[in-house]
Nanobody
């Protein structure tokens, strides 16, 4: 089992940057693929980015490609989401999720473990 804690959210102006962190408990974090999802008020939770357990493969939603980067440091049990050139439409609660195994998923229903979320607000 793994527990996830997100941090790094906040208020930023359009065009600015934030780095989110997803810290995991346990010594086997390197066995888990990790995804970032977000949910804006009144909207469905949507996929943002995902990374394989080794960090060798990454996946992005079209809406964030070229602006967001997902990476991980397994020695620190942490996955990061670097968000650049933020837009007001990026405003949402951001969640990280983990699933043990070799496959990296982009659907929320495939993930077993979730953090509590961190709020990102981008002002225009």
């Amino acid at each position: 089992q793994v527990q996830l804690v997100e941090s790094g959210g906040g208020l930023v102006q359009a065009g600015g940057s934030l780095r989110l962190s997803c810290a995991a408990s346990g010594r086997t974090f390197s066995r888990y693929a990790v995804g970032w999802f977000r949910q804006a008020p009144g909207k469905e939770r949507e996929f943002v980015a995902a990374i394989s357990k080794s960090g060798g493969s990454t996946y992005y939603a079209d809406s964030v490609k070229g602006r967001f980067t997902i990476f991980r440091d397994n020695a620190k049990n942490t996955v990061y989401l670097q968000m650049n050139n933020l837009k007001p439409e990026d405003t949402a609660v951001y969640y990280c999720a983990a699933r043990e195994g070799a496959v990296t998923y982009t659907y929320a229903t495939h993930y077993n473990y979730w953090g509590q979320g961190t709020q990102v607000t981008v002002s225009s």
